[in-house]
Each structure stands twice: as C-alpha cells, then as structure tokens.
C-alpha cells in the first residue's frame, strides 16, 4: 500500500465529525500558507503580465519593422512594469479598503507617475540632447508635449494596464470567500450570509469566462501582429508570399502561460466549489493537476511537432491525384478479370479445336492504361503526396468538426432562422412593434389624461373639453352618461366612494334624487351592463340610458335649484 | 467551449493568411485540447468501477465500517474525480459521503465511512455519482453507478427466559394444567428405577456399574411447534403510535422467535405486512423450522417488512391457522384485539391450538381487553414499551 493509499484508508476520514473536520484537514494538508502565499504575490501577477508582455513583444517587433526609430524595448519593459504595477495597485487597494477620496488620490499618483514615465522613457533611447530639444519646445508651445506618439504610447499602455486589472481581479474572485462558506447559525455572519444575493456566492463561471475572452481575444491579437511581423503587407495582399517556419518565442510563451492560466483558474473554481461544500481533497490532487497538465500540453506539442504544416500538393490537385489513383486500380482490377476470363475461355476453345490449336500462341493480356501522371510540372515524390494528404485530411477534418459543433451550439438559434419560420419571425416582430408602439401612445395619452386632469378638477382656463356623443360607441355613451351624473352628483356634495358599489351608491342617489327614483335605476343597470358585460350594446341601450340621463340630469339641477334657493332663503333670514 | 471552436475558427483563417508555420502548430495543440479532452473523459470515467466492501446484516447499535474500492481501470489518468456516495439519511447524517480525489492509471483509491444502525430496516446504498471534467474547463461529465448493495438491520433482540408460554402436544397424559414432555435426545442424569418406569429407558451400563436399575433423565421439551402471527396493517394501529407500537411488535416476534429457538423448538412467522423482495403478496408466511439458518431467515424478514393496510389481521389468522398443526402454540402479536380477532383466537382454541395473546396499542385499558381473553383462555401481555418484555425475563 503507497503513502496515497494508506492516507486515504486511515479512519480519520470516516464518521460524522471527520465529514466536518476533513475540509480544513485537506485545505491545510494540499495547500500551505507559503504556497499560497507564492501563488497570489508572486506567480499569478508574473503570469498575466508576461501574457501581456509577450503581445507587446510583438507590437513593439511590428512597430518596429515600420519605424526602426520607435523604443521598442523601452515599450516591452514598460509593458511588464505597468501590469505588475496595475495586479500589486489592485491588491493593495482592496486590502486597504480606502475611502473613494484616498482610493481617487492614489489613482492620480499613480497615473501622473506612468505618464510621465511613457513621456520621459524613450529619450533613454534618444538621448539628452533630444530631450532638451524638445523642453524647448514645449516651453514655447504646450500642446507639442501631447503629440501623437505620447497619445498612442499612452492609451496602449492604459490598455494593457486595464487588461492586469481584469485579469488579476478575475483570477482572485475564483478563491473560496469566508462569506461563502456554509456558516453555523450561532454565527454572527450567518444572517448577513442568508440575506445576500445568492447567500454571498460569487459567479465563478463568468470570472472563468472572462480570464478565457481574455486570452483567446489577446491571441488573436497576438497571432495576427506576428503574422504581420513575418509577412510583408503587400505580400499579403496579392497573397503571394512563402510560407515562413520557426518557432515565434513570444508566441509559444504566451500560449504556454495562458493554458496553465486557464487550468489553474478552473482548478481554484474547483477547489474553492470543493471547500464551500466541505467536500474532503484527498491526496495530491493539485500536484498531479500540475503534472498531467504539463505532460499533456507537452504530449500534445509534439504530437503537433509530427504532423505536417505545409503542403506541396494543393487540395484540389492531391484530390484529383487521389481519384485518378482510385480509378487506375479499378480499370487495372477490370482488366485482370478480363485475362482470367479470357484465358479460361481461350482453355475451354482449345478443347473443341483439333491437334493444331496446340500451335496457337498464348493469349497476350491487354494493356491496361499507364498510371495518373503526377501533379504539376514535374513528378511528385510519393511522400510529398502523402504529406499533403495527411496536412489537407487533418485540415479538413479539424475545419469539419469545428464547423459542425460551432453550429451544434446554436442550431436552436439557426431553425429559428429558417424561411418560413423566418417570415413567422419577422411577423411576429412586426406584431411586436405595433403593439410596442399601441402600448406606448396609449401611455402617452393616458399620461397627458393624467397631467391635465388636476387641471380640470381646478377648473383652469383654457381646458379643452369636446367631446363628440356621435362618435362614441353605445358602450361608452352609457359610460359617459353615468360619469357624467357622478360629476354632477359629486358637485353638489353626495358623490360616489371609491369604496362605493355602484348598486350601493344608487341607495344614496335616490335618496337624494325621488323625483326620478326609476330612472337612476335604469341608468345604474345600463351602467352595470355596460361596463362588466362582454356582449355587444345596440343603440337602443345607450338611448334608455340617455334617457334616463337626462331625467336624472334635469333632478339633479332642480335640486341644486332648490338647495340654491334655500341658501338665499336662509340668507335672508 | 464555444469560445474555443471560435477562435479555432479564426486561428485556421490567420495560419491560412499568413501562411507561419507555427501557427499551424498552434492550431493543432488547441483542436487537440478540445478533441482529446472529451475522448479522455470519455474514456477514463467509462473505466471507473467503484466496490462497496461491508458486512451487509447488523443488529441495532452497530456501527457498519464500508470501504469504498475506486478503481481506475482505464490507461488515462484522471486529474480529479469527485465521489458522492448516498446513503439512507437513517444510517447516517448527513445522508453521502462525498470525496475529490485524483486517479493515476490502474491506481486504487480506498475511501472508508461508517454507518450507524440505529432503527430495523432494509437499506439499499448507493447510487454512487462520479463526476470528472478536464483541465481546462471544457467539459465536465458524470456518471451514476448503482449495484444494488443493501444492508440488513435486524430488528432488537431482548432475550426472553422466562416467556411461560402455553403448549399441548398429542404425546403424553401427565395430569397437569402444563403438560410436560421429554425430549429422547436430552440427557440430564440417571435416578434409580421406579415402577412404571419404561424399560427402554434404563440406562444399561449404568445399572451393569452399580448393580441397581438405573433409568435415563431426560431435559423436558414444553412445546414442539409455534407460530408468531404479526399484526402490520397499519390501519388497525392508532395512528399516533403506529411506528413505535409496530416496530415494538416487530422487536417482541423476533425476541420470542429467538427464544423459542434457543430452546430448540420450531417456530413458524405470518404477517400481513409488506416484503420489499415479494411486493405482490398480501401476506408473508415462513412455515414453522429450528436452528439458526431458520432463525436468520426469520429475522431477516422481520429486518425487512414493512407497515401496510391491504389486509386485516383477523383475516390473516383465520387463514394462516388452518395450516397448523394441531397442538401448537399460536402467538399472536397486535395492535388491539377487536372482535373479529377474538373470534378468529376462539376458533383457534376449539381446533386445539393454545393461543397467548400480546397487544402493543390497545385502545382500551388492557385490564378489559385481559379479561376478555382469560373469558375464551387465552393468555394476554401488554407490551408499551421494549422495557416491558423485561417481565419475561
């Protein structure tokens, strides 16, 4: 039994109270402080700014190929500097945790300091006399301190500064947070803890997604600067160049740190998801992590290293070599046949002749046509067409499968776009517009209803109150009639309650009104009808009710009449 | 992962531009993370078998140490697998045992948990989830391994010494109330011959060594058969106590089956329960056997079955009495006795069995219910509580 196992076997790691205990059993035992230590201080903010050192490398290489006179190597240590500075500046602030006034001031320093080192830095490469030169210059004209070089030097450098904060930021929001961990009740954070979103756990998942755009967008980047370092322009644009060979150092170490990057940030989402849920690491998991990784980018290269880069036989042309070769076996397979058959058949002939067939010369095989001539010009080595096969079937095969699970991922999204769904689409989109912008001018006009109605209620000049009977439906002419008695009603001080039913409040108005008892009625159950019904109204309904309206409307003024005479009465006694 | 198929994309298009042949390379090694990564998991967790090592029967209070084997038996590593073992929540809290750990080829990994068997019952283990993924965040992939391991609980055993049940064989006429039987094949001694005495049973040597007859004493044997009727119809339980009353008749069958087997006597079990092995069956009957391969078979249906409501009790001794043999002793364990079980234990004392009657959760007050059943001659317990079986002691 090796150490691993009798680890593993011993009963420290069974029971109830070694369930709870192993997590920080194992957190201590795979992880020590002075690793830990090296990791956060030393060995990520070296990685993501040699990543990032490594593609100003190849800015500086193609600036340089423009204008040999530009600091490359000025810009490239810069580069490295400004990202140590942006990961360390990020970490102390968080540390710190200062008030936005301090954390402002900092900031400020900071940036005056790299700006002034983009400014000065090249005339390390000029020299004094140019720095003089150009003192004068400034000091008689502000704006040539700001020229174009300082601009783009700048915002280059404020990109790659940006790109460490990410970056360093992400890559520490993939450690377990105390906060996350499961706390007991009797715990102070524990009820801090249950009110946080998602309990205080932290979204791994898009941190990890992040710190993978990052490194697949900067190598794009990356890839097409050092094409364009390798390749001259023009050439690229006739498409006339030769292929170029040899490993690009910068390159190959960006990728490199950018794939023990990535598995390192998915080991920490592992092990910080681990840890949350108390779940023991037993063994050396993340020293064999580092191992298999390293043997399998290391396997891989040179798997990679073994297959063929280039091709000397084009595609279309080792596939016609290929068919030709096909078809040559074929008519060879043919005319084999044919000189067996024709041999037993000569066999059998001779059978039914006499003695003097026996004279007959042997039957002479019929020549099969010559092989495909090779390629192009002149004849191809054999392994130059098999090199080229293997370079186009990988190549294609490769583009294949990309192709097919690049589509995989969003078939749902490409049935969507299919002709006759697509027209659905585009209706339904249509639809969605009109309805938008139904929704919105209905909006509008009940906002300007809204605004104006205050207005009216004080009895402001200039209201306009037209209202057309002739173009309102027989629904909303009953509406109308009976808001209308409710205004009035509520002027002479018995209006409706919200609280009120309509049924309840016809309690009230023919109390008030018992000249025309019947009448309110009608007009109530015209009301009723009308706004809680589905059916259709006719005309004839909105005609009782308007009916019933104007009787209403006429004991409403008799009754202001009357309350008005009264008031003078009074008055005068 | 779409990420990756797109800068594969974009990396052919630029290796194509540019025409470098590094970055050919390069477009290798990233299809080969992408390509390999899923024939890798693939591959290795299809080969990952997982064995349960347990001793699957333990009696209440035992704690049951499981090994868990992890084997690799795949050529690929794998860099982590994460191992989550459910376990019934009655054995152990929380209910899995989970563990990370990381598989070199052929290597074994041995994880060890303990189950606590608090409570009688049949529990399967598993299933086992295996979950693994890459190294680079790609894919992950789980798989669910389920084998059928179960563990027995047998239900407590309280050893009886002094159970005084009735029993009537159709040997014999001794004149008293409890009939006395020797058993042949029990010596306890000699004594001196007396008359009456059969002549088959004087000991020859003895008599040849002392020059006086001498006759053979055998140990006496009360009963030679009995039969445990058990009442599981959760219905006929009051449903407050329906688990403690039913698991306390479970523990009184088998501590009465374990005594009457530790005299070496058959005992026999009915019980109109449920059998997780035998679903479909109203009832459950052992017929009546001795020793102890009987005896584990009768507790290991006892450590099984479970409450149920198809079919009433009284129905149960009705049918499973006419398969007994005459003389026996029928010992029935129940809830309550209602009228249809009086009935069903009267019939019983007509056909010549003896009946001892013990309620675990009657209704009425135990003196009533004890009357009644002194009234047909039946001998009637209370059991409340597991301590009560001490008065058998």
């Known amino acids: 039994m090796s150490g691993d196992e009798a680890m593993m076997a011993e009963p420290a790691t069974t029971g109830v109270l070694a369930q709870d205990q192993a997590p920080k059993a194992a957190q201590t035992r795979s992880v020590p402080g002075w690793e830990r230590t090296a990791v956060d201080e030393a060995i990520r903010p070296l990685a993501v700014s040699g990543m990032l050192t490594c593609i100003a490398v190849s800015i500086a290489q193609f600036v340089n190929a423009i204008s040999s006179e530009w600091p490359g190597t000025f810009f490239v240590l810069l580069v490295l500097a400004v990202s140590l500075e942006s990961i360390h500046s990020r970490r102390l602030l968080s540390r710190l945790n200062l008030y936005p006034r301090d954390r402002f001031r900092y900031r400020f320093v900071e940036w005056v300091v790299i700006l002034l080192v983009v400014r000065f830095g090249p005339y390390l490469k000029y020299g004094s006399e140019r720095l003089w030169a150009d003192i004068a210059v400034w000091s008689v004209n502000v704006g040539a301190f700001f020229d174009i070089g300082f601009i783009v030097n700048s915002l280059l450098i404020v990109v790659f500064w940006a790109l460490a904060n990410t970056l360093s930021q992400a890559l520490d929001e993939l450690e377990a947070s105390p906060m996350e961990r499961r706390l007991p009740v009797t715990d102070p954070n524990h009820y801090l803890r249950s009110t946080m979103p998602r309990h205080g756990r932290i979204n791994r998942q898009a941190s990890l997604s992040r710190i993978t755009g990052v490194f697949l967008g900067g190598g794009v980047a990356l890839l097409v600067i050092a094409g364009l370092v390798q390749v001259d322009v023009r050439d690229l644009v006739t498409l006339q160049h030769l292929r170029s060979s040899g490993i690009i150092l910068n390159v190959l170490v960006y990728f490199l740190i950018g794939f023990l990057l990535i598995s390192h940030a998915r080991f920490s989402i592992l092990k910080a998801n681990w840890t949350i849920q108390g779940i023991p690491m037993l063994g050396h998991v993340a020293q064999r992590w580092l191992a298999l990784v390293m043997i399998f980018l290391l396997g891989l290269g040179i798997i990679s290293t073994l297959l063929p880069v280039g091709y000397s036989v084009g595609i279309l042309e080792t596939v016609s070599t290929i068919i030709q070769w096909i078809i040559y076996a074929l008519v060879q397979f043919v005319f084999l046949i044919l000189f067996i058959v024709s041999s037993l058949l000569g066999l059998l002939m001779s059978l039914f002749r006499g003695p003097e067939a026996a004279f007959t010369p042997p039957m002479q095989r019929a020549e099969p046509p010559p092989p495909p001539s090779s390629v192009s010009a002149g004849p191809a080595p054999w392994w130059q067409l098999v090199r080229s096969l293997i370079f186009w079937t990988v190549l294609v095969g490769i583009i294949g499968y990309s192709l097919y699970h690049f589509m995989g991922y969003r078939w749902a999204f490409l049935q969507r776009l299919a002709p006759g769904v697509l027209l659905g689409w585009l209706r339904r989109i249509w639809r969605g517009l009109r309805r938008g912008t139904g929704r919105l001018a209905t909006r509008i006009r009940q906002e300007i209803a809204r605004r104006l109605t205050p207005r009216q209620a004080e009895g402001a000049p200039g209201r306009l109150r037209f209202l057309s009977l002739h173009r309102l439906s027989p629904r909303d002419k009953v509406l109308y009639f009976y808001v209308s008695v409710l205004r009035r009603s509520a002027k002479q001080g018995f209006g409706r309650p919200k609280s009120r039913t309509p049924l309840e409040y016809e309690e009230t108005l023919r109390r008030e009104l018992p000249e025309a008892l019947e009448q309110v009625h009608e007009l109530t159950d015209a009301f009723i009808e009308a706004r809680y019904s589905a059916h259709e109204l006719d005309s004839s309904d909105s005609t009782i009710a308007q009916r019933a309206w104007r009787s209403v409307k006429r004991a409403l003024s008799g009754r202001r009449r009357r309350a008005a005479r009264a008031r003078s009465d009074a008055v005068v006694e | ?393």
Not at chain 2, 63 to 81: A, D, F, I, Q, Y
Not at chain 2, 126 to 148: A, H, K, M, Y
Not at chain 2, 291 to 305: E, F, I, K, P, T
Not at chain 2, 374 to 379: A, D, I, Q
Request: with cysteine.
């Open chain 2, 1 to 393: 992962m779409s990420h990756f198929l797109g800068f594969i994309l974009v990396l052919f298009i630029v290796a194509a531009l540019f025409r470098v042949d590094f970055f050919f390379y390069l477009l290798y090694i990233f299809f080969g993370i992408f390509f390999l990564t899923k024939l890798w998991l693939d591959r290795a967790i299809q080969h990952v078998m997982v064995r349960r090592e347990y001793v699957d029967r333990a009696f209440p209070g035992e704690r049951v140490p499981v090994t868990l084997h992890v084997r690799n038996g795949s050529l690929l590593p794998l860099p982590w697998l994460r191992v989550h073992e459910s376990v019934p929540i009655q054995l152990k809290s929380p209910s899995f045992h989970r563990s990370i750990l990381s598989l070199l080829p052929h290597e074994e990994v041995r994880l060890s948990y303990e189950l606590d068997c608090r409570r009688r019952g049949y529990y399967t283990l598993g299933p086992v989830l295996l979950e693994s993924g890459d190294l680079f965040g790609l894919r992950d992939q789980d798989r669910r391994l389920e084998n059928g391991d179960a563990l027995l609980v047998y239900p407590r055993i309280i050893a009886l010494r002094d159970l005084g049940l009735p029993a009537q064989t159709p040997f014999g006429d001794v004149p008293t109330k409890q009939r006395i039987f020797e058993d042949p094949t029990r010596l306890m001694g000699i004594r001196e011959y007396q008359s009456g005495d059969s002549l088959r049973h004087i000991h020859w040597k003895a008599t040849a060594t002392t020059g006086a007859l001498q006759v053979k004493r055998f140990e006496p044997a009360i009963s030679i058969e009995s039969h445990i009727f058990l009442n599981l119809n959760r219905d006929e339980y009051t449903p407050s106590r329906v688990h403690s009353a039913s698991e306390l008749a479970i523990v009184t069958a088998a501590s009465i089956a374990h005594h009457l087997i530790e005299k070496r006597q058959a005992v026999g079990l009915s019980c109109n329960g449920l059998d997780p092995f035998s679903a479909d069956l109203l009832s459950v009957t052992l017929p009546c056997g001795k020793g102890r391969a009987h005896l584990m078979g009768l507790l290991d249906l006892l450590a099984r079955v479970q409450l149920d409501a198809r079919m009433p009790f009284a129905e149960l001794v009705g049918q499973a009495s006419l398969h007994l043999n005459w003389g026996g002793t029928a010992v029935v364990i129940t809830a309550d006795a209602d009228d249809a079980l009086f009935d069903s234990m009267i019939l019983m004392k007509r056909l010549g069995f003896h009946v001892a009657l013990i309620v675990t959760d009657p209704r009425m007050p135990f003196a009533q219910v004890e009357r009644r059943a002194s009234e047909v001659g039946v001998l009637a317990h209370q059991v409340w509580q597991e301590q009560d079986l001490d008065v058998w002691r």
